[in-house]
């Protein structure tokens, strides 16, 4: 009996003395960032592992001073940040259990990333609770800034309805005699949100245009769309919308193009920009493709020095152009330095988060303004093009790209989208 | 005499261990909290597993227990943590009682999927329905005590040891009476059972009740617990997976095993996590294939030895 007592205190103590010996602070010449993103399942190779790519090399270049002007100042704020890798897999439970550990046990300075909705959505009040600096460099849903005010919690790229706003102008724009429109989108937070700001958005600028009664929302990651990719061929409507991202969007185009899907309807694919460079030949003609901002694709052609820098320098190490996730994870860190750099680099969490609220900040492809969410939220340009497969160079570009401002697609400040677009999208300065 | 011991031992381990969380860090405090939570879910799996049942699909109760929580505070903003247990567990109670009447006249397989079928129905729903959270699910706000809110975790996690400690007694006390005993003897034969007198479907329909209201409240606990609730990671199979991985890697031989199996998996997926971001599920694969190989009576059989060994000299 007393042995075992003895044990399991000894145990006890064991278990604490590893705790302490995680816990020995940090020098202030060297900095930390936790850079979650999906490094397993189906949305790693498409989305998760570009995103962690980018987040890497522009920590790497900032480390060794090699951004260009006005980024060429060595560190954050003078300190070498390392990045600690983590992965978003397995559910916003488990993403906030783990998001505990990185700041009670692993005690890095700041956390920059995130791509899913849902962990972004469980981690805000997480991370205000611990008072942690965080910003979230990828993931979309208006609600994360509009349901609460935030003090430690940053996104320094537009949301979801951005994308879907911008969508519908351009559907308005290049497709004027469209007369009825379905959507195919996973059967989650993110899917709902996107169709229905679409929606909601067509009512009011093509109010003559007419949802199908029969849109399609299949379970997300379900990988296989036969009887959807049937049902919407039948459906009279001339064009889909639709906002699957990573393995599924990939899955539904491979699956729509060998069913002629997209020769008789019109896609419009507000993440569609990650499968540009990924898909090559396969990816058909005439697609309306987001990048979820001025990102990846949309941009190659921008010929600011810090847009070329990040485009051939990704091209040199990775051996293929950056999409979407690479450039907003890239401008996350970029945000991450401009807070240290303004701060210092033995800031505190609240000095870090005065530093990055309400800034304007020139980016890799776009200027960021933090004007939404009390300065916490980013606004920025969002745009659409239409693939073609360019047979001279062998790679796809984009056509007819146009941008519309950040004051066009996204609500003012302090409202909320949904009201916003159903109140006809008063304020809008396109 | 070997039971009072575990009694003992449970008292004076819970003594410990409350002591110890308030000198410890957070994320030790953490650990525990998560490690308890499911171990209360693991010793319900335990009383099946020793009647020869296992279920793939007890995360269908675990996922009750914590959409209970999650609902009482979202809609009725219930936020009193023993009102949150209780609902945890009546609510996955109840359905597990009902649904006990199905479940009783199945063995083996057809037990362990059927589960596994009913818990995908729940998945589902959730999913599919924003007044549910759909995929994003819940944050749950913060617990209280009889009206006070505490302002660390500590309270919380003398409450959940507390809890494991009253379910380990009771589970403990309830194998030694003569329904508890007839786990083992309707493993080994059912008819003898049934030829001694006992009803078989009754006796099985009260042991999967007990392990349902015990992942009922698992699942209140780890709700409260993390903050959060989503179907991923409270009602999907792979959430039954993984209660059964515990209950393989604890091992059956004793109501204390849960708890070390529990702690175990919690600490070793956060190291885990953290050594090999890209590759932490095969380690945890690893360990399980370890476990099955060399150790199949989990992590007690080797307590036990050590125990034994000692006990020689």
Excluded at chain 1, 291 to 304: C, N, T
Excluded at chain 1, 385 to 392: A, L, P, V
Excluded at chain 2, 87 to 111: K, P, Q, T
Excluded at chain 2, 168 to 196: C, P
């Amino acid at each position: 009996m007393t042995n075992k007592l003895l044990k399991g205190a000894l145990g006890f103590a064991a278990v604490s003395a590893v705790a302490l010996a995680g816990g020995i602070a940090h020098a202030k010449d060297t900095i930390t960032i936790a850079v979650p993103s999906f490094l397993t399942g189906g949305a790693a190779g498409p989305f998760g592992i570009p995103a962690m790519n980018g987040a890497k090399m522009v920590t790497d270049a900032i480390n060794a001073g090699k951004l260009p002007a006005p980024y060429n100042t060595k560190g954050f704020g003078g300190a070498t940040a390392s990045v600690i890798p983590l992965d978003e897999g397995g559910g916003a439970t488990k993403q906030v259990a783990e998001y505990r550990n990185l700041v009670e046990k692993r005690n890095v300075d700041a956390i920059v990333g995130y791509i899913s909705s849902g962990n972004c959505q469980a981690l805000a009040p997480v991370a205000e609770e611990l008072k942690q600096f965080t910003i979230f460099a990828t993931c979309g849903t208006p609600r994360i800034f509009e349901e609460a005010a935030r003090k430690y919690v940053f996104r320094t790229m537009g949301h979801a309805t951005a994308d879907n706003v911008a969508a519908a102008m351009y559907v308005k724009e290049k497709f004027p005699d469209m007369k009825g429109y379905t959507g195919i989108n996973q059967n989650y937070a993110w899917g709902q949100d996107s169709w229905r700001d679409f929606d909601l958005t067509l009512q009011q600028i093509m109010p003559n245009t007419k949802a199908s009664d029969k849109t399609q929302f299949p379970k997300i990651f379900a990988g296989q769309y036969g009887s959807e990719i049937s049902a919407m061929s039948l459906d009279k409507a001339d064009l889909i919308h639709t906002s699957f991202w990573g393995g599924d969007l990939e899955a539904f185009i491979f699956q729509g193009n060998a069913r002629g899907l997209f020769k008789k309807k019109i896609g419009v694919f507000t993440v569609g920009g990650t499968a540009a460079y990924r898909l090559g030949k396969k990816l058909p003609n005439g697609l309306v493709l987001g990048a979820r901002g001025p990102y990846g694709i949309l941009v190659k052609d921008r010929p600011s020095a810090l847009n070329q820098w990040f485009i051939n320098t990704y091209k040199d190490i990775y051996g293929i152009y950056p999409s979407g996730p690479a450039y907003q994870y890239g401008q996350a860190i970029l945000a991450a330095k401009i807070a240290y750099d303004k701060a210092g680099s033995d800031a505190s969490n609240e000095q870090l988060a005065n530093a990055l609220r309400g800034i304007t900040f020139e980016s890799f492809s776009t200027t960021v303004e933090m004007t939404l969410g009390g300065g916490h939220q980013a606004a920025t340009e969002n745009g659409y093009g239409i693939t073609e497969y360019d047979s001279e160079n062998g790679e796809n570009v984009v056509k007819d790209v146009k941008f519309y401002p950040a004051s066009c697609v996204l609500p003012p400040e302090g409202q909320n989208s949904v009201d916003w677009i159903k109140g006809g999208m008063k304020g809008a300065k396109c | 005499m070997f039971n009072d011991r575990t009694a003992k031992f449970l008292l004076l381990a819970a003594l410990v261990i409350c002591v110890g969380g308030a000198f410890a860090p957070n994320w030790i405090v953490n650990q525990f909290m998560f490690g308890f939570s499911r171990a209360l879910a693991i010793l319900g799996l335990m009383v099946l597993w020793r009647t020869g049942l296992v279920s793939f699909g007890h995360a269908f109760y675990f996922g009750l227990g914590a959409y209970a929580v999650a609902i009482l505070d979202s809609k009725l903003g219930v936020s009193d943590v023993f009102l949150r247990l209780l609902a945890g567990a009546v609510v996955a109670g109840v359905a597990g009682f009902l649904i006990g009447f199905i479940m009783r006249n199945y063995r083996d397989i057809f037990f362990a999927m059927l589960n596994t079928a009913i818990s995908m129905v729940l998945f589902g729903i959730v999913v599919k329905t924003e007044s549910l959270g759909s995929t994003d699910g819940f944050a749950i706000s913060a617990s209280t005590i009889f009206g006070l809110a505490p302002e660390t975790k500590y309270p919380l996690f003398v409450i959940i040891t507390l809890v494991g400690l009253t379910a380990a007694l009771a589970v403990n006390f309830y194998l030694k009476t003569t329904f508890g005993k007839l786990t083992t003897a309707i493993r080994d034969n059912e008819i003898r059972v049934e030829y001694l007198g006992f009803s078989v479907a009754h006796a099985i329909h009260l042991k999967y009740t007990i392990s349902t209201i015990l992942a009922g409240g698992a699942g209140a606990l780890m709700a409260m617990s993390l903050g959060q609730v989503d179907p991923e990671s409270m009602i999907n199979w792979t959430v039954s997976g993984e209660l059964v991985f515990v209950t393989i890697l604890s091992g059956p031989g004793n109501v204390i095993a849960p708890f070390i199996g529990s702690l175990v998996f919690e600490v070793l997926r956060t190291y885990a996590f953290e050594l090999a971001p890209q590759a932490w599920q095969l380690i945890m694969g690893a360990t399980f294939l370890t476990i099955i190989f060399f150790l199949p009576g989990g992590i007690w059989s080797l307590i036990e030895k050590l125990g034994g060994k000692k006990n020689e000299k």
